[in-house]
């Protein structure tokens, strides 16, 4: 019997509203790896996941490690209020365990940026969120 007809009308709109969510997160993603590697970057993980967090996509390139954070709205100003200093926190711990555990280089040249995807798949990359003063 499938999966669909144990599922009330509430519980199918959610489950399908889910999946949605999480197909248009990677499509986000994918357009943001494909903006990287136009300019020249390495993908070196995608989704890597440590003890502090996951981090959507890190790339390696002349100027260093950068860390991205992918979040995708209707507008780039509703997905730039998606990321909070918690989630900031767990970037940042995630990100000193990989350069730690996985590249044995603790103290690499590092960036952080958030790339906001908006409903028509624009992308805008902020370097800014992540800020000392913000990760507090």
Known sequence: MPLDLC?????????????????SGLAAEDGVERLYLSKGY???ARRWRGCSGEIDL???????VIFVEVKRAASHDLALTRLGPAQIRRIVGASEEYLGNVL????????????????AGR????????EC???Y
């Open 42 to 44: 390495r993908l070196a």
């Open 133 to 135: 003063d913000t990760v």
């Open 104 to 119: 044995n280089q603790p103290f690499a040249e590092r960036q952080y940026h958030l790339a906001l995807v908006d409903g």
């Open 58 to 64: 890190i790339f390696q390139g002349a100027d260093g």
């Open 7 to 23: 599922l009330d009308p509430p519980q199918r709109r959610r489950r399908d509203r889910g999946q949605l969510a999480y197909l």
């Open 123 to 130: 992308v805008a990359i902020r370097s800014d969120v992540f």
